[in-house]
């Protein structure tokens, strides 16, 4: 019998508040320009890029992520602007923190290390933090139309990070399979 893998990802998931707001942009999108993949998770900020795993082995996976929560402190994230990876992608900028890089770098050291989870684009590319509000299904006329009108706009949202979310991929959107909260709130 072979081992059922499914997708997963590792991120931080702003309060409910902010993912609401954040959820009516992204609904914004799907009504003024036709792209409603990111509706497809909640809003979130990916630390770790999707990776297959084997279900049987979920308890191994959630155990690794309790004990490196267990050296996080809760910080700061700021969401400020929109900004683009062209020609798809429309994004809420997310500041880069030393406190965010260096959760991310961490995280994806230990994943590697001690799961063997590997991706490698993020050896190549720096960390980009971003809120994805439309992206894949955006067409290229769309993208101009939609950056055009979002590339100015302002938005400026703070929270405090204090757990990582486990998004695992049930064939159609991802849900949350399940939270760690940081050991230490500062």
Same mark, same amino acid.
Request: with cysteine; glycine share 4%; net charge negative.
């Given at each position: 019998m072979g081992l059922s893998k499914r997708l997963l990802f590792v991120a931080l998931v702003p309060p409910e508040n902010i993912q609401n707001q954040v959820t009516e942009i992204k609904e914004y999108f799907a009504r003024?320009?036709?792209?409603?993949h990111a509706l497809k998770?909640?809003?979130?900020?990916?630390?770790q890029p999707p990776f297959k795993w084997p279900t049987e082995n979920l308890a191994l996976l959630q %155990?690794?992520? %309790?004990t490196f929560v267990q050296n996080c402190s809760a910080f700061p994230i700021t969401l400020s602007g929109f900004?683009?990876?062209?020609p798809r992608v429309i994004y809420i900028n997310v500041v880069k923190t030393?406190?965010?890089?260096?959760?991310?770098?961490? #995280?994806?050291?230990?994943?590697?290390?001690?799961?063997?989870?590997v991706h490698p684009a993020s050896?190549?590319?720096?960390?980009s933090p971003h809120v994805t509000v439309a992206f894949r299904d955006l067409?290229?006329?769309?993208?101009?139309?939609?950056?055009?009108?979002?590339r100015e706009r302002?938005?400026?949202?703070?929270?405090?990070?204090?757990? #990582?979310? #486990?998004?695992?991929?049930?064939?159609?959107?991802?849900?949350?399979?399940n939270e760690f909260p940081f050991f230490s709130k500062n």
């Open positions: 003024e320009y036709n792209s409603s998770s909640v809003p979130h900020i990916t630390l %155990e690794s992520l %309790e900004a683009a990876f062209p030393p406190e965010l890089l260096k959760i991310q770098k961490d #995280l994806i050291g230990f994943t590697e290390t001690t799961l063997g989870i050896k190549t590319r720096p960390f067409t290229k006329q769309n993208f101009r139309a939609a950056w055009l009108e979002f302002s938005l400026d949202f703070e929270f405090t990070a204090s757990q #990582l979310t #486990l998004l695992i991929h049930n064939g159609k959107r991802w849900d949350i399979c």
